[in-house]
């Protein structure tokens, strides 16, 4: 079993940074890619980025591109993301999840998620 606990999140002003970490426990290896992803109100869980347990490669949906920043520690076996000129769009509840496969972009490519930490940016 996989427990992942994410933290970091808050209230921000647009145009300010915040840093989510996604701790996991559980697992006795690396193997496995850690992705996170966000939902609004009203709206459906979408990628935002994921980081391969292969290579440590970072992937991002488009929204995220040249504002956030996945990164892992594997020793501590958290993941983090980082994130800078957050808009008020950015505003929802942030979730981490593992998956064994190398990438995954899709929420159904991953099988252990966490309970979610809430982002609100105001504008």
């Known amino acids: 079993q996989v427990q992942l606990v994410e933290s970091g999140g808050g209230l921000v002003q647009a145009g300010g940074s915040l840093r989510l970490s996604c701790a996991v426990s559980?697992?006795?290896?690396?193997?496995?890619?850690v992705g996170w992803f966000r939902q609004a109100p009203g709206k459906e869980r979408e990628f935002v980025a994921c980081?391969?347990?292969?290579?440590?490669?970072?992937y991002y949906a488009d929204s995220a591109k040249g504002r956030f920043t996945i990164s892992r520690n594997n020793a501590k076996k958290t993941v983090y993301l980082q994130m800078n000129s957050l808009k008020p769009e950015d505003t929802a509840v942030y979730y981490c999840a593992t998956t064994s496969y190398h990438i995954g972009l899709t929420a159904n490519a991953y099988e252990y998620w966490g309970q979610g930490t809430q982002v609100t940016v105001s504008s």
């Open positions: 559980g697992r006795t290896t690396s193997s496995y890619s």
């Open positions: 980081i391969s347990w292969a290579d440590d490669s970072p």
